[in-house]
């Protein structure tokens, strides 16, 4: 079927004004027109626009584009309601109906909000239609940007959705070439139009009454940033009768799952990598939650406690690992000595080689140990960095000199302490290691690089990474402080940056 058009009047008739009916919650503002009986517009009470000359509260929808429209599909045309007129009937402080006759029959409309919500119960009828007629309903083509970076709010537009039998998948508006279409089959239990923190959600009562085929367009673009992009749903009717439900609000993960059907996954983490990255961002995430609710803090200051939490559990772990590697460290004369006396018999080597483990009670395996402590905490950054792309707890929080820990820093300063604890890291790390260049080399330019890279990171990943370096510091110190007093001289070929960013994780 064809997607809903925003046609503006039919040729002949004087245009007649549309009607706009508001209806205002706590957390939200409707806006309705008698115009194609489309929702229009939603404002967010609970969230400031971060654009300097926006509104002041975010807005969902861009001048003249509806957020919610509708159009008949019969056997044989497809008629879009935009440039019909309707009767309005405001039912209650919470509710509005419409109503108009179409070349399809007459279509009766009623929105009504759900109570301190974001939720909009979306129920009508098509009477007098043919057989085998259709709703179908038109996803917004885009959503206005609040943000203080519209270009990477811009790059987060995509339609989201969810077959009744698999995982929620994302088309971003990049990913659709003008004039092609995708159909994606049905059952769908929901669709949504999404920016980086905040989503219209077109989603079905229950699996019983999922929808039919989605269908997304790709629209003409004006420039490299992809504004727009067409998504409809075909909504069965039962006896001429429809009935869903539109969310049109933030991509809080609570509310969201609250809300069931899986609408909690609509915000996916992880891209391509998706598969990987969010069963790990979403318990990171939850962790966060988690701490912010029970201790009452700030994000800054649960990020600050999440680092400590982190470098405390893996403490015991770390300090086994180092502690082998130092093990490491004294077997390597004797290591290399076996391999010159036996380099011409490979299973006398092994033997050897396994009776000095034995000794010193290791294993061949035992050098792995010292990757271990970097290993660990690399997927929970890895994940932070996806849960600071766009979730929207972070967005708007300020944190002592910082403005929004989900932006960069402002002045840079996180990223240069970063890359200080980093370089001290690494410097207490190769004390009572001989010389190496290598080593050397490495300690002074991965502060550096890294220090770059960070510069364009959200504020709330740069101190998390950060408060992780400090509190390493004391450990990092002791473990070399013990191995001065063991004096310790290793031979080993490659100290290996391995080793060195293995002490630093």
């Not at 989900?406 to 010389?435: A, H, K, N």
Request: proline share 9%; glycine share 8%.
């Amino acid at each position: 079927g064809q997607a809903p058009t925003a046609a503006t009047g039919v040729p002949g008739i004087a245009p007649v004004t549309p009607e706009t009916t508001t209806i205002s919650g706590p957390r939200a503002e409707m806006r309705f027109s008698s115009q194609g009986a489309a929702l229009v517009g939603a404002v967010m009470k609970d969230f400031r626009s971060l654009q300097r000359n926006g509104p002041p509260h975010v807005e969902l929808a861009r001048p003249g584009e509806p957020l919610l429209s509708f159009a008949i599909a019969t056997p044989t045309d497809t008629i879009p309601l935009a440039g019909t007129s309707f009767t309005t009937n405001k039912l209650a402080d919470n509710a509005v109906a419409y109503q108009a006759a179409t070349p399809a029959g007459q279509v009766d409309v009623r929105y009504a909000i759900v109570p301190d919500s974001y939720v909009v119960r979306v129920t009508g009828a098509l009477h007098g239609a043919p057989a085998g007629t259709t709703l179908l309903v038109a996803l917004p083509q885009g959503l206005r940007s609040s943000e203080a970076d519209t270009t990477d709010d811009m790059r987060h537009l995509a339609i989201a959705y969810k077959r009744k039998t698999e995982d929620a998948k994302g088309v971003a508006f990049t990913k659709v070439d003008p004039g092609k279409q995708e159909l994606i089959q049905g059952p769908i239990t929901w669709a949504v139009t999404k920016n980086k923190y905040f989503l219209v959600a077109v989603a079905a009562r229950d699996t019983a009454h999922a929808f039919g085929p989605l269908t997304i367009t790709g629209l003409p673009r004006a420039s490299k940033t992809v504004t727009h992009m067409a998504g409809a749903l075909q909504v069965p009717l039962a006896d001429g009768a429809f009935a869903f439900d539109v969310y049109a609000g933030p991509q809080e993960w609570r509310r969201l799952r609250a809300l069931g059907r899986d609408l909690d996954t609509a915000n996916p983490y992880g891209g391509f990598l998706q598969g990987v990255v969010q069963p790990f961002a979403t318990l990171v995430m939850r962790a966060l939650l988690w701490l912010h609710e029970t201790f009452n803090m700030s994000y800054g200051w649960v990020l600050v406690l999440f680092g400590v939490m982190i470098r405390l559990l893996t403490w015991p772990l770390n300090q086994s690992a180092m502690r082998t590697s130092l093990k490491m460290q004294r077997i390597q004369p004797e290591l290399q000595e076996l391999q010159k006396r036996h380099r011409g018999d490979p299973q006398r080597l092994n033997a050897e080689m396994m009776r000095l483990y034995k000794e010193h009670d290791m294993s061949p395996f035992s050098s792995l140990a010292g990757c271990m402590p970097m290993l660990i905490p690399m997927p929970i950054l890895f994940a932070l960095f996806f849960v600071f792309q766009n979730t929207i707890e972070f967005r708007g929080v300020p944190f002592l000199w910082l403005p929004d820990i989900s932006l960069r820093d402002p002045y840079y300063i996180l990223p240069i302490l970063m890359g200080i604890s980093m370089f001290l890291l690494s410097w207490i790390g190769m004390r009572g290691v001989p010389p190496n260049p290598q080593a050397k080399m490495m300690a002074y330019v991965m502060p550096i690089v890294m220090t770059v890279i960070f510069f364009r990171f959200p504020s709330g990943l740069n101190l998390y990474y950060t408060v992780q370096n400090l509190v390493t510091i004391p450990q990092q110190w002791m473990l070399s402080k013990e191995r001065a007093k063991a004096n310790v001289r290793p031979v080993v070929s490659t100290p290996g940056p391995a080793r060195a960013r293995g002490s630093r994780a």
